[in-house]
T-cell receptor, first 113, second 114 residues
Framework: AQSVAQPEDQVNVAEGNPLTVKCTYSVSGNPYLFWYVQYPNRGLQFLLKYITGDNLVKGSYGFEAEFNKSQTSFHLKKPSALVSDSALYFC???????????FGKGTMLLVSP | GAGVSQSPSNKVTEKGKDVELRCDPISGHTALYWYRQRLGQGLEFLIYFQGNSAPDKSGLPSDRFSAERTGESVSTLTIQRTQQEDSAVYLCASNPQGGNQPQHFGDGTRLSIL
């Protein structure tokens, strides 16, 4: 089975401060991990993915994520938040034995000016 | 280029009616996915089409839900005898070959059952 958890419903951060959105996963085989962002009344947009290789993955809009196998985590980070980063963020996982993704419930990121 | 297109963008219907939702994937994308997004509940996988293979229907919540895809083009999701709990945003996504390639999402159909 494959599952993913986003423990925070909402994260608040001030503009210019670093941000972290947490994600943990559970798989039987090798994990393939993804982050997507959703703006109001829009579909999801791909940010980044971890398949293999370096544990630190860089993606769109200055976001990055760190794969930690021992902690089964894939937290999303950005060194300096922008107000325009305010959106709903989804973590997703695919076990190597599965053909489809399982998404977390999403974390709302609110960046205040 | 054109992205994934979904229609209608909004649909309001009475309980018990049938509804049909449409998805036009990106041209050339063999993989197509349907998801349901309920408020505060993330994305639920519904069904996955990959080329000419049998679709993965493991996420369909009941036999009232069905989906078809014509070749590698348009897909329709049909909900029969709609219930109030079917109210949600239905999202479609496509990618070139499935697997770990990023999925490209449409903006969804917001379905409201009165």
């Amino acid at each position: 089975a494959q599952s993913v958890a986003q423990p925070e419903d909402q994260v608040n951060v001030a503009e210019g401060n670093p941000l972290t959105v947490k994600c943990t996963y559970s798989v039987s085989g090798n994990p393939y991990l993804f982050w997507y962002v959703q703006y109001p009344n829009r579909g999801l947009q791909f940010l980044l993915k971890y398949i293999t290789g370096d544990n630190l993955v860089k993606g769109s809009y200055g976001f990055e994520a760190e794969f930690n196998k021992s902690q089964t985590s894939f937290h999303l980070k950005k060194p300096s938040a922008l107000v325009s980063d305010s959106a709903l963020y989804f973590c997703a996982v695919r076990d190597s034995g599965y053909s489809t993704l399982t998404f977390g419930k999403g974390t709302m990121l609110l960046v205040s000016p | 280029g054109a992205g994934v297109s979904q229609s209608p963008s909004n649909k309001v219907t009475e309980k018990g009616k049938d509804v049909e939702l449409r998805c036009d994937p990106i041209s050339g994308h063999t993989a197509l996915y349907w998801y349901r997004q309920r408020l505060g509940q993330g994305l639920e996988f519904l069904i996955y089409f990959q080329g000419n293979s049998a679709p993965d229907k493991s996420g369909l919540p009941s036999d009232r839900f069905s989906a078809e895809r014509t070749g590698e083009s348009v897909s329709t999701l049909t909900i029969q005898r709609t219930q109030q709990e079917d109210s949600a945003v239905y999202l479609c996504a496509s990618n070139p070959q499935g697997g770990n390639q990023p999925q490209h999402f449409g903006d969804g159909t917001r379905l409201s059952i009165l």
